[in-house]
């Protein structure tokens, strides 16, 4: 009789407790990190019981929807001027930018055999298409254009370039058979170790500016506590195996 008494007032302090941990985090994700962050967030859920939910886009077009007002608590970029800027700015948790994954680009052709391993392609120059991000908007479209600049084949391309507005629009034209080619992140085309689908040039680093993404709390994340969890899970080895496995470097 003592236990039923006290029941309901136990089983409300659970449900309370539950509540209390289980925090939602509203997170802008480049365009590049969709696929490992997905795979991220299961983990997350599972091992914390804090919600992930992310937007994707092109690290520039989030950053005029931060300043605008939008809702994101934590931004994963594609570069690490943007949260730099950011916080230069005051719209950021100060001390809690840090760089959570180095980028590869590639070339990549969604036939097999079409794009050799020295990017030879390119300097041929029979193909009608080559799909790119925008470079003002997505690092990894301004990465592509610092490499035909460096192999001096900007010019030659350049009636031939088809912009997508971020990473995974580019990478779409190619999949798609819209370009015979483009440029994107290899984590949109690579898993543990192999590529999973064509052929692929992987650029190497030094023919454009090194791609460190990083991630900040922005403003409006500064009190919840599930922002703050996932920057401490991004530095752990979970995700870090994640993140390895599409190709970045950490």
């Known amino acids: 009789m003592r236990l039923t008494r006290f029941l309901p007032l136990l089983l409300t302090t659970l449900l309370s407790a539950g509540v209390a941990r289980a925090d939602e985090v509203q997170v ?16 997350f859920e599972k091992d914390t ?3 992930l939910v992310a937007a994707f886009g092109a690290t520039g077009q989030f950053y005029t929807q931060i300043k605008n007002g939008a809702p994101f608590e934590v931004f994963l970029a594609a570069d690490d001027s943007t949260p730099a800027r950011l916080e230069s ?12 994954a180095i980028g590869t680009l590639a070339l990549w052709s969604a036939k097999d055999g079409y794009v050799d391993g020295k990017g030879q392609v390119l ?52 999949s798609t058979g819209n370009a015979e080619l483009g440029f994107v992140a290899l984590s949109q085309i690579y898993k543990d170790g192999k ?9 190497p680093a030094d023919l454009h500016d090194l791609i460190k993404q ?5 403003s409006k994340g500064r009190d919840n506590p599930a922002a703050l969890a996932l920057m401490d899970y991004l530095k752990g080895p979970k995700a870090a195996a994640i993140i390895q496995a599409y190709g970045y470097q950490r």
């Open 89 to 100: 700015e005051g719209d950021t948790v100060k001390g809690s930018r840090l760089t959570y």
């Open 214 to 218: 990083d991630a900040v709390i922005l």
């Open 123 to 174: 300097s041929d120059n029979g193909f009608q298409h080559l799909s790119i991000a925008n470079p003002k908007a997505a690092p990894y479209g301004l990465a592509a254009t610092q490499v035909l600049d460096k192999l001096g084949l900007a010019a030659q391309v350049k009636g031939k370039i088809v912009e997508g507005q971020n990473i995974t629009q580019a990478y779409q034209f190619v």
């Open 195 to 203: 590529l999973t689908s064509g052929s692929a040039w992987i650029v």
């Open 28 to 43: 802008a994700v480049a365009a590049n990190f969709t696929a490992p962050i997905q795979a991220i967030a299961a983990d």
């Open 49 to 51: 019981g804090h919600k």
